[in-house]
């Protein structure tokens, strides 16, 4: 009977089927009760908007798709299928730049964007809270005496932390990409659920994970906008974001709004302020083991920058070093172990012996260039770990996964 | 010489002085770098916004104000003198309700608005960083039975609680308004600061405080609205939100957006979850002492509803209870002792043995309501203490100076 029913339902409909509005899930980052935007399972999604006097309105997801008003002055639109994972994206109404007021909103390119999740296909679940312990991520305020301001960076302490109370543990530091800010792995990234169910299922150590904020300057040090790549202290080392390509072009991008929107940093600052006021702050105020080999740095895009400039510079300091779509290399240019990367690969042997791990994350669609500098960096004998994460690009969900893979082989 | 240069400068400009551009102050919530909207010196405050296609902006921040487009494109407003303290604030882009993309973002209606704080007088600064000891606010997940569901809440633990490995502390229950949700009292209340500069100056006791999201609805249960009163137990007990006046109106409201933006609770049942899920789980999770005198319930507008609710119908369990701009009193009707509130006040000899501090605060722009409230139970011979916030409307700044206030009653 039920098999009947189906069959006729199926039959009357035809292809209808596929575009059924009851088939568009919700976004799972939309505001409480908020029906859309949704999202097919062909990865398509749908967009609605009220705005009844608007003559154009459009939503900016990778590129531009056009919404088309309804006599209710409801505006929609179904864009083409969209790649796996999270993404910024924003509306334009009548040419200003705007958050969809249906979404939760997430800090990138330096304003509140919406976001959107595309599942990936599958019942993954490595990111998402299961019934096993779970660790806190805290808010930590501390003052910097380099920047002489007061900041905020997040803290992640492992799910027995608060009952192994003398346990010391070892510490990453993890930073966010370009326009992005301290909130961005906890939020867009759930480094919590990540490193508790990785700790659970006893794949990764049981560590400290501290989550900075990249845009540091000194009082009276002119505002070095993402322009200033004469900050780039390393040959080779161009800035790895904002990307040309990728759905991470779906950042409504600096300027785009009436604000400034532009990021202030110095890759140098950084390091001091990390070396003078936030490790400093960290080991004074958690469990934390000492040393360099207890020591891990990676971030994303330009994070993964400022971790291979901070971290092939202190060698002294850090053992483990990731770079997530981002690093000194991989856009380009000739590879030269006496030069790249401020030489820091010119004594292989060296650098392997103090380098437990060097790790190179991309998405697939990111392109070719990390692979090709993981290569050449093989060739010229320095040991490191290449991953690669089939079909996402520029976004949350290739760094979700590089941590998932990066986290495991740290403290070993 | 100096001061013949300034009343040259005065005469030349006359009363164009108080206008100048150079004296608005960039709102301390926008993205980084923005400079609007900024706020003068005399509360009024300038938006500016890019619409070069609009045919009508106006931002809506307690009533609206229309913009004007000037030349370039870019609209702009200067308001009246607007109420000190933290205001919620939307756009209308040709008739859509969107956040201004040049602040952070603040979770209030049930969706993600805009913020703009006008600064109080003086150098106020209980709730700002201090060079203090500071304690931590962390994400705290956890599963509930009643809603079958996993839910976030966020737990303020105080400077020592790290350090002081042994000690255990009492605990506040403390929630947030109509609309809000968990976020609301770390991120719009610092409710971090200003427990840490309370402690820090011996004026509040170290304790733990726990703020959980009102919204909770069993499997199956009917979503209610804010509609639905009548869920309130009580007699007198009408819903503390959405308010009629004062600057929360500043909300853009529920419904004026594309989703749903509604709020799904019910009292009783965030009674239950409270009791068989949220409190056992803070117990078992931190150094928590027992019993009712070291457990305290206050909120903010229907958080005070709740906190009514919820603790004067279980006094075994809490001993100190807080309505800041809501309770289940204060909105009129005639005051009975033995039928308002449930009947909670009857005895009076009964309550004010048990309850050590029954806290009413209310800003002064609010109305009369809260004092008569606190005038009838005084003349019933129910100890109570009433706050007034001056000057302060229902809103933020009302809520941060009623914390101020009850927190160092607590645990005495």
């Known amino acids: 009977m039920t098999r009947s029913v189906f069959v006729l339902a199926a039959l009357s409909c035809g292809l209808c089927f ?4 009851d088939e568009c899930k919700p976004n799972v980052l939309n505001v409480p009760e908020a029906k859309y935007p949704c999202v097919y399972s062909d990865n398509r999604a749908m967009f609605r ?12 997801i990778g590129r531009g798709f056009d919404m088309a008003k309804g006599p209710d002055g409801i505006w929609t639109v179904t864009t083409t299928p969209l790649v796996v994972g999270f993404h910024y994206y924003s509306l334009q109404v009548d040419g200003a730049t705007v958050a969809d007021p249906s979404t939760m909103t997430f800090f990138g390119s330096g304003w509140q964007n919406s976001g959107i999740e595309i599942p990936e296909p599958g019942d993954v679940d490595y990111y998402r809270a299961r019934d096993v312990p779970h660790g806190h991520v805290a808010q930590q305020h501390y003052y910097s005496r380099i920047t002489a301001k007061w900041r905020r960076c997040f803290v992640y302490t492992p799910p027995d932390y608060g009952t192994n109370a003398k346990a010391k543990y070892p510490v990453l530091y993890l930073l966010h990409g370009w326009g992005e800010d301290e909130t961005g792995w906890y939020t867009q990234g759930h480094v919590d659920f990540i490193m508790d169910n990785l700790i659970a299922a006893r794949k990764a150590k049981p560590m400290i994970i ?7 300057v000194k009082p009276g040090e002119s505002a070095a906008l993402f322009a200033g790549r004469g900050l780039v202290p390393a040959p080779g080392a161009a800035p790895a974001a904002p990307p040309a390509g990728g759905t991470r072009g779906a950042q409504a991008g600096r300027g785009a709004g009436p604000g400034g929107r532009g990021m202030t940093f110095n890759l140098s600052t950084f390091t001091d302020m990390m070396f003078a006021d936030l490790i400093p702050m960290v080991e004074r105020t958690y469990r934390v083991l000492p040393g360099r080999e207890n020591r891990a740095m990676a971030g994303l895009s330009m994070g993964g920058m400022q971790t291979f400039t901070t971290g092939l510079n202190n060698l002294d300091r850090f053992a483990y070093l990731g770079g997530f779509s981002g690093s000194c290399g991989g856009r380009g240019g000739t590879f030269d172990s006496k030069t790249t990367c401020g030489g820091a690969f010119a004594d292989p042997a060296a650098f392997n012996k103090k380098v437990k791990v060097l790790f190179l994350g991309i998405g697939s669609v990111e392109g070719p260039g990390t692979k090709a500098f993981s290569d050449a960096l093989t060739q010229a004998g320095i040991h490191n770990v290449y991953f690669e994460s089939p079909g996402t690009a520029h976004e949350w969900l290739t760094w979700r996964r590089c941590l998932y893979d990066f986290a495991p082989r740290l403290f070993r």
């Open 210 to 216: 501290v989550m900075d904020n990249l845009n540091a």
């Open 49 to 60: 908007v009220i705005a009844p006097d608007a003559q154009k309105v459009a939503v900016r």
């Open 18 to 21: 596929g575009q059924a509005a």
